[in-house]
């Protein structure tokens, strides 16, 4: 481990600590938060996801970022998923709910509300379910393709603001890894039981954590580019 790693947790933790031990600052962040839900998503994943993928790229090579990376094309692009993120979650759960209940389980809007539950967890388990199903793999397939993009583009911010060769890119996409690895494996044993935690949470702090997933997905696409080389 480099002086750079010990620099980096270091940063991360006095963050950390912020919130933590300044109520203050917590109380702000519960404010604004509320009253500016999508600007702060949009953030929290321009900022959470971005480090994820700088430790992915630090496994990869050795490197928090070098040139051709893109470090400002790939925080927009995770600042746009953002505000698809918080989207998604409000939809899913209201919607998923809502057929929760017309299947006929009529409390499941008061269990997601009540204390920890086994019924809560099942709702929360489900609300996961349908969004990683239905939004995940989009969300995901998305990302891919402008991640190519901004690497075919030398990373620079000039070259993100050129048109997407959308048939192209899908092409170069290796679909064993996308669907073996991505797909198949950390949807249903990571990011649906991840999720689940997610909707146990207050709904504040729900997007917010799920940008800290961001970072996990930054080592899981390392571990994929690893396996695919």
């Given at each position: ?5 010990f620099?980096?947790i270091?940063?991360v ?9 300044i109520?203050?600052i ?12 999508m ?6 994943f ?32 995770w600042?746009l ?20 209940e017309y ?10 509300n009540e204390s ?9 388990f ?5 969004l ?8 995901m ?7 190519m993009?901004?690497v075919?583009?030398g990373?620079?911010?000039a ?29 249903p044993l990571?990011?649906i ?7 146990l949470l207050?709904a ?5 954590f ?9 080592v899981?696409?390392?571990?994929a ?5």
């Open positions: 481990m480099r002086k750079i790693d620099l980096t270091l940063i933790g006095a963050l950390v600590s912020l919130f933590i031990f109520p203050e917590n109380n702000v962040y519960k404010t604004y938060n509320a009253e500016h839900g600007i702060m998503s949009f953030f929290k321009a900022i959470l996801a971005t480090f994820g993928e700088m430790i992915g790229l630090r496994i990869r090579t050795g490197y928090y970022n070098k040139p051709g990376f893109g470090l400002i094309p790939r925080a927009l692009v600042g998923i953002g505000l698809t993120i918080k989207m998604a979650f409000t939809i899913f759960n209201t919607g998923t709910i809502q057929f929760l299947l006929g389980m009529h409390n499941a809007t008061g269990l997601l920890l539950s086994w019924g809560k967890i099942f709702v929360a489900c609300i996961s379910s349908t990683n199903i239905i939004y995940a793999p989009v969300m397939t998305f990302h891919k393709i402008t991640d993009h901004i075919n583009n990373g620079t911010i070259g993100f603001f050129r048109p997407l060769k959308m048939g192209e890119l899908m092409e170069q996409i290796n679909w064993k890894v996308q669907w073996n690895f991505v797909f198949k494996k950390t949807i990571f990011w039981p991840a999720h689940t935690i997610t909707f207050p504040d702090y729900r997007v917010l799920a940008a800290i997933l961001g970072i996990v997905l930054g899981l696409l390392a571990i580019a690893l396996k695919k080389s």
